[in-house]
């Protein structure tokens, strides 16, 4: 049983780590910073009312000392009246006892010093938390001698008096850490996309050039530690150019010394085809040229299907072509051929110019011209076409012959690929050159039938057209 294939993973992107390892350690630190400034907010503004609090038992406390018991029931002088007012019309209330505990003025409901509190031992303020009929409240006890006897004040504040400036506070800090949340986490991201900015645009020319765009990238528009990349990139685009042009001239080369001799051999069979005194041979010497100019047509199809790979095609060989010309120039070279099957040979080629290699062009429409006349019978037509078609070009072969079977359609582009009905001595490369050249212009190939379902159209579709005045 074969085991079900491994799901690919998608590769990670330099800005998302670069996130995820900047974000990550900015989010903990930004939390641990709230929660730091909560707590740090919550303890001054508790020790300011601690304080607040001590005052006002300190004021309770002056002015019950200088007299007597009695004094301290007597009237409350309006100083100590304010002092216990407190915040918001919420009362503070007091409490003065002996150090038994027993109450001597004030409010019994005050809570009494804590176990083990004793004015005698404790002279400074005790502050603590405890519940006043029902309520939770902050006091204060403070111990002061009064008629030579040890006796203590509290104080108690209800602790709602703290809630409307701690929540202010509260408020107010946590407002500035969520901002601080929001804002340092787009500031990081704003600040990863803009420093990947020369990356994400060195990406997108690559992802724009084709594959004969062989020029070396200019490396001072790049972070200098993508230069080694960029230097790199530059090395294999010399050493690919380098390749295509000396794939060029080999395939240059070889054509030019395999068709000189053939050349020379098909002349000398075709003068000793003629030859009075080769009478008895001249079946096998037109036999013998015949095959000649198949294996020298065969030899010119391979070098024409060589040389249209898209990697021996440089940009820089792409020029401004001329359609109707190519057109004008391959109907006067199939002219007499058409003439001789009896072929209605046309063109109807509107003005149109395109970017591409002139000569594989000529090749492409010479292949698609060579099909047509090879298969067109006696009486048929055959015509080429040219012009636009929105914002591209089309150029179309189009003849009345027997035409592609359906299932045959998928396979005619397929090299040395020969429909089992077909008749002659084809190589079946023709339209794998068209193919193949249609590749390297960006163009589209369509093999339909041609009008009224007769025949064959062969349609090559550019993506652009130029201006023909251009």
């Not at 002996?98 to 804590?114: F, K, N, R, Y």
């Not at 083990?116 to 519940?131: H, I, K, M, Q």
């Not at 108690?156 to 500035?176: G, M, Q, W």
């Not at 062009?361 to 078609?389: H, K």
């Amino acid at each position: 049983m074969t085991p079900p294939p491994e799901p690919t993973r998608r590769p990670a992107s330099v800005g998302g780590r670069l996130l995820a390892l900047l974000l990550a350690p900015i989010g903990a630190l930004l939390l641990a910073g709230v929660l730091i400034d909560y707590y740090s907010s919550v303890g001054p503004v508790g020790g300011a009312f601690d304080r607040s609090l001590g005052d006002v038992a300190l004021v309770v406390a002056a002015y019950v000392r200088p007299g007597s018991v009695e004094r301290g029931r007597s009237e409350r002088p309006p100083e100590m009246v304010e002092a216990l007012s407190g915040l918001d019309g919420i009362a503070r209330r007091f409490a003065l006892r002996d150090a038994s505990g027993a109450l001597i003025a004030g409010d019994a409901a005050v809570p009494p010093p804590p176990k083990g509190w004793t004015p005698a031992a404790n002279r400074g303020l005790e502050f603590g938390d405890a519940l006043l009929g029902g309520e939770p409240v902050r006091v204060v006890w403070y111990a002061l001698d009064l008629d030579g006897r040890a006796t203590s004040v509290a104080v108690a504040e209800p602790t709602r008096v703290r809630d409307r400036p701690t929540r202010a506070l509260l408020t107010a800090t946590l407002i500035v850490d969520i901002l601080q949340l929001i804002a340092i986490p787009l500031l990081v991201v704003v600040g990863v996309r803009l420093g990947l900015k020369p990356l994400l645009a060195l990406r997108d020319h690559m992802a724009a050039r084709s594959a004969r765009e062989l020029e070396p990238l200019d490396s001072r528009s790049v972070p200098v530690e993508a230069h080694t990349l960029v230097d790199s990139l530059n090395a294999l685009f010399g050493r690919v150019r380098a390749a295509a042009e000396s794939q060029q001239k080999f395939v240059a080369d070889a054509a030019h010394q395999m068709r000189t001799p053939l050349a020379g051999i098909q002349a000398q069979l075709e003068l000793l085809e003629h030859d009075p005194q080769a009478t008895a041979l001249r079946e096998r010497i037109h036999l013998v040229g015949e095959g000649i100019r198949r294996l020298g047509h065969t030899a010119h199809q391979l070098l024409t299907l060589a040389r249209a790979e898209s990697s021996a095609t440089l940009a820089r060989d792409f020029r401004r072509v001329d359609l109707p010309e190519l057109i004008a120039e391959a109907v006067t070279m199939q002219l007499d051929r058409a003439l001789a099957k009896g072929i209605d040979l046309g063109a109807e080629a509107a003005p149109v110019r395109v970017t591409g290699v002139g000569w594989l062009l000529r090749e492409l429409i010479n292949n698609l011209l060579d099909n047509a006349l090879n298969y067109t019978p006696r009486g048929g037509f055959v015509t080429l076409r040219c012009g636009t078609r929105g914002p591209g070009a089309f150029l179309e072969v189009e003849d009345d012959g027997p035409g592609i079977a359906a299932m045959e359609l998928p396979l005619v582009t397929a090299r040395f690929h020969r429909s089992p009905a077909s008749e002659g001595t084809g190589t079946g490369l023709g339209l794998a050159i068209v193919s193949d050249v249609a590749d390297v212009h960006g163009a589209k190939l369509i093999i339909e039938a041609g009008a009224g379902g007769r025949g064959t159209r062969v349609r090559i579709e550019f993506l652009a057209a130029l201006d023909p005045a251009a």
